[in-house]
């Protein structure tokens, strides 16, 4: 998702900053402005992504009849794959 966000940006970068043809009916800098837009959220997506899958934990927690609970294992799980 990172390198989709980075591909959206420098595609709307181009048709933004450094092709002027004119098409008749279509505004390349819109369009530009708005592939940069989305390839920064893109962008953010992936990092929030990448973050969350390197927090992630995985614990067993038994609760005995009396109400008691105990933790019997905790362990960090891989960061997952993208």
Do not use: C, K, W
């Not at 900053?17 to 009916?25: K, L, Q, R, T």
Request: proline content about 2%; glycine content about 10%.
């Amino acid at each position: 998702m990172i390198g989709l966000g980075i591909v959206l940006a420098v595609i709307g970068a181009i048709l933004s900053f450094a092709v002027s043809d004119m098409i008749e009916g279509v505004d390349l800098t819109m369009i530009g402005y708005i592939l940069m837009a989305a390839g920064a959220v893109a962008f953010l997506i992936g990092l929030v992504q990448t973050m969350m899958g390197r927090s992630a934990r995985s614990s067993t927690v038994v609760q005995d009849n009396a109400g008691t609970r105990t933790v019997e294992s905790e362990t960090e799980l891989p960061p997952r794959e993208v």
